[in-house]
C-alpha cells in the first residue's frame, strides 16, 4: 500500500468498514486498495441474504467458511469490503446491499455513481 492517504466516496479520509469479520483487501479491517486489488475491494456493504444468495448463485460463495484463508463465512448484517463490479452487479439484478459511504474507498466511483452510493446508504456505525 502506498503513503497516500486513502479516502472515501465523500472525499474524507477512509474509516474502517469492519474487524469482525476482519474484512479489506490488505485484511486490516479498511476498504482500502493498491493497483494489486484486481477486484477493487472498495465498497464497505451491510450485506443481506438476498446478496449473499445472488453471490452464490453467480460463483461468489461468501457463506462458506475457510478457514485455510482466515474467513469465517459471512452471514447477513455484516460487513465485509465487496467488489465494485460485483456490487454493481447485484444492483442491477435488484439485490444491492447497503453501504457505509463513509467507509466506501473513493476508487468505487470508477464502477458506480455516487448517487447510487447515497441511495443506498445507511449510516456509519461503529465497525465490529
Known sequence: MNDTPQRNVLGLPLVACSYDPLTG??????CS???HDQGSHVICAKV??????YQMERGNDLITPRPEARFRGL??????CVC?????EALE???APPVVL??????????????????????????A
Not at 463513509?102 to 465497525?127: F, M, N
Request: hydrophobic content about 40%; some cysteine; glycine content about 8%.
Open 84 to 88: 465494485a463490479l460485483r456490487w454493481r
Open 48 to 53: 443481506t441474504v438476498e446478496f449473499l444468495n
Open 33 to 35: 486498495t493498491d493497483l
Open 102 to 127: 463513509e467507509s466506501t474507498h473513493e476508487r468505487a466511483l470508477e464502477y458506480v455513481l455516487l448517487d447510487w452510493l447515497r441511495a443506498h446508504a445507511v449510516g456509519q456505525e461503529r465497525p
Open 93 to 95: 439484478a435488484g439485490c
Open 25 to 30: 483487501w490488505f485484511r486490516d479491517g479498511c
Open 75 to 80: 452471514a447477513p448484517g455484516d460487513r465485509w
